[in-house]
């Protein structure tokens, strides 16, 4: 191997497969944009995006780490949802949600 060499597997690498998909649509009812990444629990986010929430609890969107989807005032669109992974435990945001996804929430 040389340093900083790739070895690449011949196989694709398929993101978020075999987890759980949901599509929601999703309005900005605000006066303000909302910009929402990838990882985010989607169920804790901005209270001016009108969704059906309990759809999208213990749910992040589905799309590439590090990247966001933005919502600008009056702004309704389509977005697909995925299940969140490993222990899914899921701390702060709007502190809707604090423990494990099996416990419930606190109501939106």
């Known amino acids: 191997m040389i340093p900083g060499e790739y070895i690449l597997s011949a196989n694709p690498v398929i993101c978020n497969e ?5 599509k929601i649509t999703v309005k900005n009812t605000g006066d303000r944009p909302c910009q929402i990444g990838s990882h985010t629990h989607f169920f804790e986010v901005n209270k001016a995006l009108d969704f059906p929430r309990q759809k999208a609890y213990g749910y992040r969107l ?12 009056g702004d309704s669109k389509e977005v697909e949802l995925c ?4 222990t899914r435990i899921i701390y ?4 809707l949600t604090m423990g494990a996804k099996r416990q419930g929430y606190k109501g939106a």
């Open 92 to 95: 702060g945001f709007n502190a």
């Open 62 to 73: 589905n799309i590439p780490a590090g990247t966001s989807i933005r919502f600008e005032p």
């Open 18 to 22: 075999n987890r759980k998909t949901e």
């Open 83 to 86: 299940e969140l992974g490993g």
